[in-house]
């Protein structure tokens, strides 16, 4: 027999992921949708996230989500060490984009993105992009949106080529739709059954660079649309894979994309050891997160 406040305790113990099973949150912004700091710390710890990499948008644009840029984002990392962690971006084709990554990644980003801008995916400006990336041996996470931003995703395989040491994380809808071999490029939010041979698919095996981030409503989509693809596709790419949860949501509970991305990972993921890569092991490896 044990105490009623032992046993309390115990079972809430079992609740807090150990070391090396805690999740890891690759993709999150300062100021989303309008979102405050303090909010964005409570929802994070919600979803029970020991560490998070915080995205900043660049000089211009917001990300098309009112976020905000590397001073917002680093200040957090610094307030915050053992949580936070902290990417540098800048509109790639504006004169002063090396100069201000260059600070930052001196200032101690560890990445570079997320870059969500009007150029083509293959152009000089995502040369400039990878060439930094490469001096500083950090990856670049990339949103590809058909026709919208970093276009011509069916050229990128060109980037991946001309930089092998250069670690790109894709994301967004044009990103996992073309899990589907069948996709309509248009299409930014496929429903049905998936047909395995997308370019998404190949260039995950093909390219020991490129890696997927799982976030928000086109990662999650991604998965559910064809659960039973997506249990294949979550094996196959087991080591490619890493959780982020993109959402703008107050608390991290309830109906928000990231709780139910946790719950569908662990949902069609059984073994573990799969489970915790995707969770940890493969941003703590890619991202050299400690």
Request: hydrophobic residues 35%; positive net charge; aromatic residues 10%.
């Amino acid at each position: 027999m044990i105490s009623r406040r032992s046993f309390i305790y115990l079972a809430s113990a079992a609740l807090v992921p150990q070391a090396t099973d805690q999740i890891i949150d690759i993709h999150q912004h300062t100021h989303y949708s309008g979102r405050g700091d303090e909010d964005l710390i409570a929802h994070q710890r919600g979803l029970g996230i020991a560490k998070t990499v915080l995205l900043p948008a660049g000089s211009k644009y917001g990300l098309e989500a009112d976020c905000y840029g590397n001073d917002s984002v680093m200040a957090i990392a610094r307030a915050y060490p053992k949580e936070f962690y902290f990417f540098a971006n800048e509109v790639p084709d504006l004169p002063q984009a090396k100069q201000v990554l260059e600070k930052y990644l001196k200032a101690g980003a560890i990445g570079i993105g997320e870059q969500k801008f009007f150029v083509d995916c293959d152009s000089k400006e995502i040369v400039l992009m990878a060439s930094i990336a490469r001096e500083f041996d950090v990856p670049v996470l990339m949103h590809f949106q058909h026709e919208k931003y970093n276009t011509g995703f069916e050229r990128f395989y060109k980037i991946l080529e001309k930089f092998p040491r250069v670690n790109f994380i894709g994301h967004a809808q044009t990103f996992w739709g073309n899990i589907d071999r069948n996709l309509t490029q248009s299409d930014l939010y496929p429903k049905g059954k998936v047909t395995p041979g997308g370019l998404t698919d190949k260039w995950l095996s093909a390219y020991p660079n490129l890696y997927g981030d799982l976030s928000a409503q086109s990662g999650l989509n991604s998965l559910i649309r064809d659960e039973d693809n997506a249990r294949d596709f979550l094996t196959r790419h087991q080591n490619k894979l890493l959780f982020g949860s993109d959402c703008s949501d107050v608390r991290g509970t309830g109906n928000c994309i990231g709780t139910n991305q946790l719950a569908t990972l662990r949902r069609l993921i059984t073994d573990q050891n799969i489970l915790r890569k995707i969770l940890n092991g493969n941003a703590t490896r890619v991202l050299k997160i400690k």
